[in-house]
């Protein structure tokens, strides 16, 4: 039956390793270009608020009685205008997801290190020491740069950690393989 799970865990293995190598060429690529991923990241975001306002508002003519349907008017334009606004001016969006990713980086480093210290001998076990110990540090240091850390910061760091991502990923699929 061991021998039965083998080309399943292969296969898995070298998925996750490809994931892994594009993951990283992702991450060097805003780094590379910070400006741009950080201002990509604020736009995309303000552009799924206004859809999600749209669909909010569908939904509240769907509604079955007249006070939950203005209610959800109401609440579906005011997520409009909310999108509206942050595709209008992403300056805004970028320093309130400049807060929520220094806030990110310092929980997810910690669950790494958790993480990797309880690994025991697995081959991740490094990497993710590594990656939670850089997810801290990125944390640490986005958050004491604030609010002179900009659009250019999120894409930075955001590509560090698609990298360290990407690695936690190929040594992942090396295990499997092995």
Same mark, same amino acid.
């Given at each position: ?5 083998? &080309? ?12 892994? *190598? ?5 991450? #060097?690529?805003?780094?590379?270009? &910070? ?11 303000? $552009? ?10 569908? +939904? ?16 579906? $334009? ?6 509206? #606004?942050?595709? $209008?001016? &992403? ?7 400049? *807060?929520? @990713? ?24 490094? +990497?993710?020491? #590594? ?11 986005? +958050?004491?740069?604030? &609010?002179?850390?900009?659009? +250019?910061? @999120? ?9 360290? *991502?990407?690695? #936690? ?10």
């Amino acid at each position: 039956m061991g021998d039965a799970t083998e &080309p399943g865990d292969s296969r898995q293995g070298r998925s996750m390793t490809l994931l892994g *190598i594009l993951t990283v060429i992702l991450g #060097i690529l805003a780094i590379l270009a &910070p400006s741009v991923t950080g201002f990509s990241i604020a736009l995309l975001i303000g $552009a799924l608020v206004l859809v999600g306002g749209v669909f909010r508002l569908v +939904w509240a003519f769907r509604a079955g009685s007249l006070g939950k349907g203005l209610i959800g008017v109401a609440l579906g $334009a005011l997520t409009i205008l909310a999108g509206v #606004i942050l595709l $209008a001016n &992403p300056i805004i969006l970028s320093g309130s997801l400049t *807060i929520l @990713l220094a806030i990110y980086f310092l929980v997810d480093g910690v669950v790494e290190l958790v993480a990797g210290f309880s690994a025991g001998g697995a081959g991740n076990r490094g +990497w993710l020491i #590594i990656g939670g110990a850089v997810s801290i540090l990125l944390g640490i240091l986005l +958050w004491s740069q604030f &609010p002179f850390s900009g659009v +250019w910061a @999120l894409g930075i760091l955001f590509g560090i950690k698609l990298f360290f *991502i990407g690695m #936690i990923m190929i040594t992942g699929g090396r295990v499997l393989r092995a």
